[in-house]
């Protein structure tokens, strides 16, 4: 049944106040009205959710990783696996990909690396000692992509939960497992280090960095693999992070150029001197490649280069997110979350998915399809606007809202809140203008272009809005979840009941991300 979208949007509003029967799938409740959420202290209640419901994702996301998961052990799942979800069946999600089980192990490195000593680290450490020979392992296997002589079996983006090959028909190759995999056990490789200062010069070092990495050729260590795959292979065609087109795509190239920046980095230490300059050489390549994402016709960054699509994709954000420098260095990363390419696309994104989808839209107000006037706020956001698939299957319908979209966005608004006020200064520029405007647009500021500082109130507001707008991202995260605090893939676009498969393990990871970047610009 097909209503038109201004009925739907009515019956959402008001469907909290009938009960709704059950649906299959339905396991949120949802309460997408807003004029609801107003009458409650927001702030207070956000904060205590936030305190509770980080505990609730980490457990439920370790609940997923071998070895010692609840929801894998005793399954046959390989140590150091992974599995995108305890979902076997409609859908079908007991599988490792490389690109979900490299995001996920990189949040457990991040909380490794805030207290390294702590008996949860040691357990941490265990679990990312055996991710990254299981990846070794995994690397070498022969698979659909191809062979280890050439490296082309790195390109595979999926393996069954023992760690074999998945022999069924799939969008492959997927060229930005590499480099995920690649920053994340460099960062391992980095926090373990540097909380073990006497080890490095043991004796028993060289063994175990050696796994890591290893100037040989052809390479043995998985790290030394990755970038290579990666410096070779960047500018052949893959799918994108969806699994659905293959070209050139912005999330992959933007993960593999920092890969070989870190990289060169790591090699640099290993006296790999040839390697540092040639990751380099390839990085440099790629971020001049990057420039070609940014249309400046429809102002704002593509996904997919030479695609039919729009280009707006929570990819984008993803790919700025996870190409960030780790060690702080911020000045030479490229497209960061509060550069004005960024920025104008995620206002170009909410624009398209607050009115694609009822749940996002506010019954107090008309909807102004005025440019001038778009106030940005945060509302559910979907992978991209000519999305399919609902969780299960296509639809007529289109996608939904997903938890790790809705959650990196946040996340951009907490790192740039973070970085102007470290920075104490910031500058808008013509491009970043319209979204500066629409993060004002409720206030009575007037935003002009310029350099700001401390002494302007224009300033102040930006940091602040920056920040609860970043809040209002998370709020919606907490309207969807269910009781117990659990997050599927997605949450419906008319009812806002999660759907799609249970308990996926990236939608606490992006949580995770997200409130780490809110706790960094509270604390400042
Ligand atoms: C490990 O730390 C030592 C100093 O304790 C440093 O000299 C070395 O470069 C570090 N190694 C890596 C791989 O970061
Ligand atoms: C602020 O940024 C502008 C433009 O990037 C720069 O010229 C200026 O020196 C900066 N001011 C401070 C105080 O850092
Ligand atoms: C698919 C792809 O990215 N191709 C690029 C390979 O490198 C050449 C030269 O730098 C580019 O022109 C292609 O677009």
Known sequence: MLLPIVLLSHFVHYAYTFSIPPLPHLNSF???????????????????????????????????????????VGKGVADGTVVASPSQDGPDYWYQWVRDAAITMSSLVDIYASDPTSSRSSQLSTILDAYASL?????????????????????????????????????????????LRALTLMRYLREYNASHPAFWSSIEATDFFGQYYEAAMPPNSVIKADLEYVSHYWNHSGFDLWEEIEGSHFFTLMVSARSLRDGSDLASVFGDVGAAEWYDEQAGYIENLLRKFWNPKKGHLVETLWSKRSGLDCGLLLGSLHALPTDGTDDEAVYPPWSDEILVSLLALTRDQRDRFPIN????????????????????????????????????????????????????????AAHVSIASNLTISEIGLPFYEALLATSSLDVETGTFGPSDAVFHSIIERLQATGDQFLDVVKTHVDTEGSMSEQFDRVTGYMRGAEDLTWSYGAFLQAVRARTVVKGL
Request: proline letters at 7%; charged letters at 25%; one cysteine or more.
């Open 30 to 72: 949802a309460s997408a009205s807003h004029t609801q959420q107003q009458q409650q202290p927001l702030q207070e209640t956000l904060e205590a959710w936030i305190e509770k419901e980080e505990r609730v994702a980490l457990d439920k996301l370790l609940a997923n990783v071998a070895p010692g998961g609840r929801n894998v």
């Open 361 to 416: 839209s506010k019954p107090s107000e008309d909807q102004d399809d005025d440019a001038d006037e778009f106030s940005f706020e945060g509302i559910g956001i979907g992978r991209y606007p000519e999305d399919v698939y609902d969780g299960y299957g296509t639809s007529h319908r289109g996608g939904n809202p997903w938890f790790l979209c809705t959650s990196s966005a946040a996340e951009i608004l907490y790192r740039t």
């Open 135 to 179: 990846q070794r392992q995994i690397q070498q296997t022969s698979n659909p992509s191809g062979t280890f002589d050439d490296l082309s079996s790195l390109g595979e983006p999926k393996f069954a939960v023992d760690g074999t090959p998945f022999k069924g028909s799939w969008g492959r190759p997927q060229r930005d497992g590499p480099a």
